[in-house]
């Protein structure tokens, strides 16, 4: 019977054949019974009772599934309450039923998903703004230094930061930049945890930057997971005595432009990253950068270095040293890094961005020519295809 | 696509407390959870007092697992153990300088050389 009941066509031929057979086999036994004439009552009842059947048969195993089917299809279009149906056939209406169980199983599933993902992304959002509001919004002056920074996340939530300090004596001015492994929530904790151990360690009259970064990595190395770092160089910019320091915290090299002579020295800055162990007092070392008048610096992060264009180049350290060179003479901080921008835009073109990028650039002005720091961060603007950029314009 | 790297691990010639392991192809993100799993029995061994990692062949690790070595060299260094490095190419080399992983992991040019420090206690973290 399940070969019947499986399909409305053949349910539909199997009573086609009964009537056929019930109507052929009536008229072979009026045949034999020689009768040749119905009474027109008999006829009437008969065909009657034969419609009602058909009716009867149609209605329960075809209307009734059906609308059941339609009504909890018309509730689910309308936004109203719908339930499971449990399928009263096995033929095309009720594969539908069934289909329609999974389909709401799987709405029901999304509807969740949907719900929990804008959770995250509320979260996401805020974390983002709390991370943005830690990033230096304007800084201290620094007499005789101009300086431009800009940086731009990868994801909601960046590893990269920088900031700018002040000792409490106010001769001091200390300037970092940082990268924590990887990108996301997990770097942004940690971005957020140095940032606020560097405040307190120089809020506490730390002499050196070297002093400055082995307190800080000492109070972080015991809370962060040992598979998180954080590559880090500070600049110390000595007001008194027109002097610049700096100590490496295994991050990338500090490129500094050399006016007379027209070249770009690039240092490696050396030392050991934070958080990787608990005391790097032997690893890393505050040491002398000479400047003189219209010298520059440049600090940045590898998501410069690193980021491919669409043959799958990567910038480098030669091309970022080369544009440095280029445009190290212009008078600003500001001109010399939107040039520099401006030829990494070239590079990259539409390729996108997949790590956090950071930028500093410091001229030497001189102890006349007074300070000022232009700061901007790149909020919200994760996922920008590279040429899209504002950082050249 | 996930990235192919080659992990064989053995151990060493005579001295069945130090285990090499071979590393070639590629370390990323992608197939980091392979890479853990393959040294996570070594690291819960005490009986293994020294992980010698052979680079031979390695083109390429990411910075996460950059972070991963950090992590088994302060592990093992809190259990008296060792962790050694051998045949490093010029770019992963300096991958490591670059964040100052050279200044607590010892690198070897090779196996052999690598082999004979082990019997030095590591520096103290």
């Avoid at chain 1, 195993?61 to 399928?87: C, E």
């Avoid at chain 1, 069934?98 to 804008?118: A, G, P, W």
């Amino acid at each position: 019977m399940k070969f019947l009941r499986d399909s409305l066509t053949k349910k539909a031929l199997f009573l086609f054949t009964l009537l056929v057979g019930a109507l052929v086999g009536g008229a072979v036994m009026l045949f034999r019974e020689q009768v040749e004439a119905v009474s027109v009552n008999l006829f009437l009842g008969s065909f009657v009772g034969l419609l009602v059947l058909l009716f009867l048969l149609f209605l329960f195993d075809v209307v009734v599934p059906l609308r059941r089917v339609a009504r909890q299809v018309r509730n689910l279009l309308t936004g109203k309450a719908y339930h499971r149906i449990d399928p009263m056939t096995i033929d095309e209406i009720g594969m539908f039923t069934h289909f329609f169980n999974e389909i709401t199983k799987d709405l029901e599933k999304i509807s969740y998903d949907v719900k929990e993902r804008r959770r995250m992304s509320s979260e996401l959002d805020i974390a983002a703004q709390i991370q943005r509001d830690v990033l230096p919004k304007e800084a201290p002056m620094a007499p005789g230094l101009d300086i431009v920074a800009k940086t731009r996340s990868a994801a909601e939530v960046g590893g990269d930061s920088f900031d700018f300090l002040q000792s409490p004596d106010g001769n001091q001015t200390f300037i970092y930049i940082g990268d924590v492994t990887g990108h996301g929530v997990p770097a942004g904790l940690v971005m957020v945890m140095v940032d606020t151990l560097i405040h307190a360690a120089v809020s506490m009259g730390l002499a050196s930057s070297k002093d400055v970064l082995v307190h800080t990595n000492a109070m972080l190395t015991p809370r962060i997971s040992a598979r998180l770092f954080m590559t880090l160089v500070m600049l110390r910019w000595d007001a008194s005595s027109q002097k610049m320091y700096y100590t490496g915290g295994g991050h990338e090299h500090v490129l500094v432009y050399k006016s007379k002579e027209e070249k770009v020295e690039s240092i490696r800055s050396g030392g050991i990253a934070l958080g990787m162990i608990p005391d790097n007092s032997k690893i890393i070392a505050e040491k002398e950068i000479p400047l003189e008048l219209g010298d520059a610096i440049v600090l940045y992060t590898d998501g410069l270095t690193e980021a491919k264009n669409q043959s799958g180049e990567m910038y480098g350290l030669e091309r970022m040293t080369a544009s440095l060179k280029k445009y190290g003479y212009l008078p600003s901080a500001e001109s010399i890094f939107d040039h520099m921008t401006q030829d990494f835009s070239k590079f990259v073109g539409e390729y996108v961005q997949v790590d956090d990028t950071t930028m500093i650039v410091i001229k030497y002005t001189g102890k006349d020519a007074g300070g000022k720091m232009k700061l901007a961060i790149a909020a919200d603007e994760s996922r920008v295809p590279n040429a899209e950029w504002g950082w050249g314009s | 696509m996930s990235t192919i790297a080659n992990i064989t691990v053995e151990p060493a010639p005579d001295n069945p407390s130090v285990q090499i392991i071979h590393l070639s192809g590629e370390v990323d993100e992608s197939n980091l959870p392979d890479f853990e799993q393959a040294v996570k029995p070594l690291v819960l061994d005490p009986s293994r007092k020294v992980l010698l990692f052979d680079f031979d062949g390695l083109k390429f690790i990411s910075s996460k697992v950059i972070g991963q070595f950090a992590y088994l060299y302060t592990t093992l260094a809190h259990s008296q153990r060792q962790l050694v490095l051998a045949r490093m190419d010029e770019n992963i080399k300096d991958i490591f300088a670059l964040v100052g992983l050279d200044q607590i992991i010892p690198t070897y040019p090779d196996v052999n050389t690598a082999l004979q420090s082990f019997n030095q206690t590591p520096a103290a973290a």
